[in-house]
């Protein structure tokens, strides 16, 4: 499984349900849809600032996120952005390799 955050905003329809069942349980809801599709969320918190939450899911892939980014939107709860975590140290092995093996171009 790999981990990936979603930070989002909600739209006015959004932020009218809030209004309107301000008990309502969220991350259960968003645990349903990552659930279905085999992943798992575990930490949901709501922000102060240009974003309204952020949300830290377990899934198999990047798909995977994009399906339930493409769900989410497509309900129009709001506009959600996906990060995905990265492994720095391998990232930079890697780029060692490719520079081994580059030459600049010359002007």
Avoid: H
């Amino acid at each position: 499984m790999k981990k990936f955050y979603a930070l989002g905003t909600y739209s006015p329809e959004s932020y009218q349900a809030f209004i309107e069942n301000p008990d309502q349980d969220r991350k259960a809801a968003v645990q349903e849809l990552a659930s279905s599709m085999g992943g798992s969320v575990s930490n949901i918190e709501f922000l102060r600032g240009p974003f309204d939450f952020i949300v830290t899911i377990e899934a198999e892939s990047f798909e995977d996120m994009a399906a339930i980014k493409m769900a989410v939107e497509a309900q129009g709860v709001g506009e959600v952005d996906i990060f995905e975590t990265v492994d720095m140290n391998s990232i930079a092995r890697k780029a060692g390799k490719a520079l081994s093996n580059y030459s600049p171009p010359s002007s």
